[in-house]
């Protein structure tokens, strides 16, 4: 079994670290919250109390950090601890470019790094059912495909670049974040017509209009109420600017997204960062009802 670092215990990297560590793997975990290391450690991981102990004598490192800045820093820190023929993976939602770099950065240590974003939220990460979109070298990949396994079920090798899994994540969420806004605008709409919300997610959701919005994120969060997706307004933000970073870099300028990138700082600004993404759905009941 590899000796993995593993660095960054939110929601998702908490969850990923347990189910690593309760795959049998040998996990030595970092965070600045000590709470959350201890939870870790209650799953079976060994805690760590700095970062580079964290990666010390790991064969694979993973990173799970708030944004691409972080991962830096972090790289910073670990760079002189890094085992010459060890394997960083960074979980986070980055940009292609920062991904890259890294790798660039760390070839001259012979440290191979894959992107390997994820998806499927707190929920999928809990119970290791996450999507994995992986870039980087295709032989680092297969050595690292069973420790993917082991927090996710739909796993993809996405192309030869690390930033390549970066940017997938950036545009996944793109149509994500989209879905959830069109959609809103189109139950708001039957609705005011006199239609039932309810049955109009059913319809929706087994014809050519369905989406994880009109499958999930409407009718089990803003139909009941709940505003808890686990997906929080100022991850929304940080992403779709992101996104926007990745486009400027490509020359290809995405027409919708500046739309899009605006509601969702209207709702930011209205509900607070630490709001639900799905809290959008108020915010254009608002200005489509006022």
Do not use: W
């Not at 920062?98 to 660039?104: H, I």
């Not at 290809?252 to 993404?277: H, K, Q």
Request: aromatic share 6%; charged share 20%; hydrophobic share 40%.
């Amino acid at each position: 079994m590899a000796k993995i670092g593993f660095i960054g215990l939110g929601v998702m990297g908490g969850a990923m670290a347990r189910n690593l560590a309760g795959a049998g793997y040998d996990v030595t975990a970092y965070d600045l919250d000590d709470d959350a290391v201890s939870a870790v450690v209650d799953a079976g991981a060994t805690g760590a109390s700095t970062s580079e102990a964290a990666v010390a004598g790991a064969e694979v490192v993973f990173l799970s950090l708030p944004s691409p800045d972080v991962v830096t820093a972090v790289v910073d820190d670990i760079e002189d601890s890094l085992e010459a023929g060890a394997v960083l993976v960074d979980l986070t939602t980055s940009t292609p470019e920062t991904t890259n770099e890294v790798a660039d950065r760390l070839s001259n240590r012979d440290v191979d790094v894959l992107g390997a974003p994820v998806s499927g939220g707190a929920s999928g990460a809990e119970a290791a059912t996450l999507t994995i979109m992986a870039g980087g070298d295709r032989a680092v990949y297969d050595v690292c495909e069973e420790l993917f396994e082991a927090i996710g079920t739909d796993v993809y090798y996405v192309g030869s670049q690390p930033g390549h899994g970066h940017a997938v994540k950036l545009l996944n969420n793109y149509l994500s974040f989209t879905a959830l806004l069109a959609s809103s605008e189109a139950v708001i709409l039957g609705t005011a017509a006199g239609l039932d919300p309810e049955i109009l997610v059913d319809v929706f959701s087994v014809s050519s209009g369905r989406n994880s919005a009109t499958q999930d994120k409407i009718p089990n969060q803003v139909l009941t109420g709940e505003y808890d997706n686990g997906f929080k307004l100022s991850l929304m933000e940080k992403d779709m600017h992101l996104l926007s970073e990745f486009s400027d870099d490509q020359d290809v300028p995405l027409l919708i997204a500046e739309t899009i990138e605006t509601l969702i700082t209207y709702t930011r600004l209205r509900e607070g960062g630490d709001g639900d993404m799905t809290r959008t759905y108020d915010l254009l009941e608002s200005l489509m009802r006022p």
